[in-house]
């Protein structure tokens, strides 16, 4: 399976690090309540804070491009773990961030709701649904890029 990330600036088809291994992502779509909550569920129901360790990535093509949309230099990578990583995702969630204003910023709401989803982590590409178009959180050291389109 091939999955993509949308990027918002240009950069180069190389190796990258995942850098919010030692500094956590901080929510751009998200209320920070939100964020912070569903992070807490994921490390404790799956190990890995999903919502700040992870590269947010799809196997969607038109969806990676999205995220790139609106930046001049924004770019569209088709994008491979490297060594040890974990996928962790629903098949009942496109994007978190398309629910996260129904909550109510309590955590007992957002876990619930999580609690539902049917989260699950995987530690191949390959058992990933065929068909699945959603939301992938990749949890990596480092992975590599191949720019596909650009912005510029």
């Not at 999955?3 to 950069?11: E, H, K, M, Q």
């Not at 196997?59 to 491979?80: M, R, T, W």
């Not at 699950?120 to 178009?133: E, L, R």
Request: aromatic content about 12%; charged content about 20%.
């Amino acid at each position: 399976m091939v999955i993509y990330r949308g990027f918002n600036a240009l950069i180069d088809s190389t190796t990258l690090e995942n850098p919010f291994i030692k500094t956590p992502r901080e929510p751009l779509h998200t209320k920070f309540e939100v964020h912070s909550f569903a992070d807490e569920w994921f490390e404790e129901n799956l190990g890995i804070k999903a919502r700040s360790q992870c590269i947010f990535c799809t196997p969607d093509l038109h969806e990676a491009h999205k995220y790139s949309i609106g930046f001049q230099n924004g770019c569209v990578a088709e994008i491979h773990p490297i060594g040890d990583y974990h996928i962790i995702f629903s098949e009942n969630v496109i994007d978190f961030n398309n629910h996260s204003p129904e909550f109510d910023n309590s955590p007992e709401t957002i876990k619930a709701w999580l609690s539902t989803q049917n989260y699950q982590i995987i530690s191949d590409i390959n058992d990933i649904p065929d068909g699945f178009k959603g939301e992938l959180m990749m949890y990596c050291i480092s992975y590599s890029v191949k720019v596909l389109r650009t912005n510029a």
